[in-house]
């Protein structure tokens, strides 16, 4: 079964970090670009940032550049949201995705992240 | 950045009626490949989002047949030619022509 399953969420304070990761079975990952997309509470869709298959290619929305870094470990069949100086307005589910011809045909399940004193 | 304007964003439907969801974008979506980067997705109430539509109007592997998506450039439409009950949720359009992505508001379908 193609999957894809986040982990890595919960309670950090203003200014701290956490590494979001997202496990894919059932699929050649290394074959995939791959996407990171959150959804603040009661809000839409927020596309965050994609990487190429190799990593050789990395995209980010402006809100997260500097502060945020995606990578993947293809041996392991693994992407990573490394994200520091969080922020209040970073609360949302993080979602990670995988991309074929230009959308996102699998999604995880999420996972929630809350930036709070 | 791309911006995305959906409309309605509130959408009371009656089971068995079509329905349809507008969406605009701030500058063509239309590639020099002829596809338009346009995807629609459908998310339901406390799930993930799913892809219903993607380069305009190839539908995805496993969504029905009365989903379709439609337009070109800058106009496109979600269309459910008989609403079902298990329609419900949020739809969004997105476009993947340039980063950042950007996704509309969103519409929100309900059963009258």
């Known amino acids: 079964e193609v999957q894809l399953v986040e982990s890595g969420g919960g309670l950090v304070q203003p200014g701290g970090s956490l590494r979001l990761s997202c496990a894919a079975s059932?699929?050649?990952?290394?074959?995939?670009?791959m996407t990171w997309v959150r959804q603040a509470p009661g809000k839409g869709l927020e596309w965050v940032a994609s990487?190429?298959?190799?990593?050789?290619?990395?995209k980010y929305v402006d809100s997260v550049r500097g502060r945020f870094t995606i990578s993947r470990d293809n041996a392991k069949n693994s992407l990573y949201l490394q994200m520091n100086s969080l922020r209040v307005e970073d609360t949302a589910v993080y979602y990670c995705?995988?991309?074929?011809?230009?959308?996102?045909?699998?999604w995880g399940q999420g996972t929630m992240v809350i930036v709070s004193s | 950045d791309i911006v995305m304007t959906q409309s309605p964003l509130s959408l009371p439907v009656t089971p068995g009626e079509p329905a349809s969801i507008s969406c605009r974008s701030s500058?063509?979506?239309?590639?020099?490949?002829?596809?338009?980067?346009l995807d629609w997705y459908l998310q339901k109430p406390g799930q993930s989002p799913q892809l219903l539509i993607y380069?305009?109007?190839d539908r995805a592997s496993g969504v029905p047949d009365r989903f379709s998506g439609s337009g070109s450039g800058t106009d496109f439409t979600l269309k459910i030619s008989r609403v079902e009950a298990e329609d419900v949720g949020v739809y969004y359009c997105?476009?993947?022509?340039?980063?950042?992505?950007?996704f509309g508001q969103g519409t929100r379908l309900e059963i009258k």
């Open positions: 995705g995988r991309s074929v011809k230009s959308a996102y045909d699998i």
């Open positions: 059932g699929f050649t990952f290394s074959n995939y670009w």
């Open positions: 990487i190429k298959q190799d990593g050789s290619d990395r």
């Open positions: 500058q063509s979506l239309l590639k020099s490949d002829g596809y338009n980067y």
């Open positions: 380069l305009g109007s």
């Open positions: 997105m476009q993947a022509l340039l980063s950042p992505i950007t």
